[in-house]
């Protein structure tokens, strides 16, 4: 099979959705690897590195979209690569298109088969790409919002730890899912205090369980929640609906209540964003001020860090690359349900319930697709 990995162009995207270990386990499987010059840069790995495995190296693009059965990107197609997608294609990246409708339209214009990394389940009821991600994001979120607080950035200069004599700032983190945990356990290892809300109720046992209750657990309700704005410095919004929309917890009315200076990072921008005053930002222009309170929603926080994420995410995506090659989707998703569910996108239809939901399309079974 001929598998095309082009350059990801979002804003400040540095991974990259094959490393040169993966190219090598392709190439000894008698598959193609034609990939972009420079797509690995970002990620610190050189064009000489993909080459030296069998990778077939291409500076133009249209030639890596264009002849690749397979495309393997990182983040969702931007306009000008939708455009490239034809039928017979498929694509395997994150897509989140409960949250994209031009996307989601554009993906079912192509006709490509479009498998979306984020609804591929597991035996445990788990995301197991998104996983790696969204620990990386939880604990990126922490560092967002400290640098967030300072005053040079619009917050109101608080210190997550504080210092003798003054008390630590208070976070609040809705979500205790696998973002809401790994940024409630960097807050508290920075010394703040640390609030988790979740609707869970065996969730928030293990957490206390596994804190020893060093963190305070609370079931969310909408009055729990307003405690929350009313009295913390730094909310983390890590609330997942899989493959929908998130719910919008606090309205531009709420804040009022906040005090100013405080922050909000919307980790679940990427699927619309869980804060009514969310919009997505870039790394270029991470933040913006409303009402007083300092809003921090990039998009692909990842991407910041991306040696680490793309390590990350690679050793989640590989076997699920290898079976795509190896099988073709319509086999290597038949052979296993789970893979299956990141069917997203099929033939001009959509295949995912929750985004036909989102925009009130129809749905097609993929069920029906595979046999």
Known sequence: MQIGVPKEIKNHEYRVALTPTGARELVGRGHQVIFQTGAGEGAGFADADYA?????LEADVAKVWGD?????????????????LTAGQTLFTYLHL??????????MESGATCIAYETITDRQGGLPLLAPMSTVAGRMAVQAGAHSL??????????????????????????GGVVGENAARMALGLGAEVTVLDKSIPRLETLDDRYQGRMKTVFSTADAIDEAVRDSDLIIGAVLIPGAAAPKLITRAMLADMKPGSVLVDVAIDQGGCFETSKATTHAEPTYIIDGIVH???????GAVARTSTLALTNATMPFVLALAD???????????HFAAGLNVHNGKVT????????????????????
């Open 52 to 56: 030296a495995v069998g990778a077939a």
């Open 68 to 84: 690749a059965e397979l495309i393997l990107k990182v983040k969702e197609p931007q306009a000008e690569e939708v455009a490239r």
């Open 98 to 107: 409960a949250a994209e409708e031009t996307l989601t339209r554009g993906l």
């Open 150 to 175: 300072e005053k040079a950035q619009g917050g109101a200069g608080v210190l997550l730890p504080g210092v003798p004599g003054v008390p630590p700032a208070k976070v609040a983190v809705i979500g």
């Open 296 to 302: 921090y929603c990039v998009a692909n926080m990842p």
């Open 327 to 337: 099988k073709g989707w319509k086999q290597a998703l038949a052979a296993d349900s």
């Open 352 to 371: 995912y319930q929750a985004v036909a939901d989102a925009f009130g399309l129809d749905r097609v079974d993929h069920a029906s697709l595979l046999k």
